[in-house]
């Protein structure tokens, strides 16, 4: 499971982008996502990656299951406007050799999160989540928000974290 792309992803290459509420696409990468038809269309945007889900749809007991199994490995997660944490693969629905980067989660012309990078679960347990977006470059400080929505999930339902995660480590 996991990414499904072989880190062909390197990450925030460039820097990250000065602390916002919220950040667009950086127009660099919105430019050369542009010029492919597989991943952003001139009528509708980004596609709309298939397996992207709310993270909060995804929790049976405390487990975090996906695509018939428990989550394992890294996939790409935004948070949205809205504070919800939305994941998935690496999955293009029109050529499945390319990319399918960060804003795929959300679709649409330009979307909007308030923080995006890479979620790690170890065998159905949420491990750790980082600031790895090349598309959204968000700033490290944007990473809080995700912690805190994180915090309060571990307040209700400490066994989805992963015994070593930080959360459990700070709470245990």
Request: proline share 5%.
């Amino acid at each position: 499971m996991g990414s499904g792309y072989g880190n062909a992803y390197s990450g925030t290459r460039g820097g990250s982008q000065p602390y916002a509420a919220s950040y667009k696409v950086v127009p660099q990468m919105l430019n050369i996502d542009k010029k492919d038809s597989d991943i952003y269309s001139k009528d509708n945007g980004y596609f709309k990656n298939p397996t992207a889900i709310k993270l909060k749809d995804t929790i049976t007991g405390s487990n975090v299951n996906f695509e018939g199994g428990r989550a394992n490995g890294d996939y790409t997660y935004v948070m949205d406007k809205s504070g919800n944490i939305i994941f998935g693969k690496r999955c293009n629905p029109n050529d499945g050799r390319k990319r399918s980067p960060h804003p795929t989660l959300l679709g649409g012309k330009n979307p909007e999160v308030q923080c995006a990078g890479m979620i790690n679960f170890r065998n159905g347990k949420i491990y750790s989540v980082n600031t790895d977006s090349g598309h959204y470059r968000p700033n490290s400080k944007s990473l809080d928000k995700v912690d805190n929505a994180l915090q309060k999930l571990y307040d209700s339902n400490p066994n989805l974290f992963h015994r070593q995660s930080k959360w459990r480590k700070n709470n245990g």
